[in-house]
């Protein structure tokens, strides 16, 4: 469960006022965003990936399902 501070929450509320969004929705947009933005500036080959993950990630590889499909599916989940 994620908690915010109250002013957080107020600015939330008022961006997605603006939107015409809901605050829960606002927030997927911006873990989305911070995924893709996180995604993009990693390096090809780079071996921070535990060793596990890697294996997890070459049985995904086969599949037709993409990365960011797995990412946006936690995202769904946890918020």
């Known amino acids: 469960m994620l908690t915010i501070d109250f ?3 107020q600015s939330l509320r008022a ?3 603006q939107e015409h969004s809901s605050p829960d929705d606002i927030i997927k947009k911006m873990i ?3 995924l893709l933005q ?3 500036q990693k390096k090809p080959g780079s071996e ?3 060793p596990l993950t890697r ?3 070459g049985l995904l590889a086969k599949s037709d399902l ?3 499909d797995y990412r946006q599916h ?3 989940k946890h918020l």
Request: hydrophobic share 35%; net charge negative.
């Open 66 to 68: 993409s990365e960011l």
């Open 74 to 76: 936690l995202v769904d």
């Open 55 to 57: 294996s997890l990630t």
């Open 48 to 50: 921070s990936i535990p």
């Open 7 to 9: 002013e957080l929450e």
């Open 38 to 40: 996180r995604q993009s």
């Open 15 to 17: 961006i997605a006022e």
């Open 32 to 34: 989305s965003h911070y």
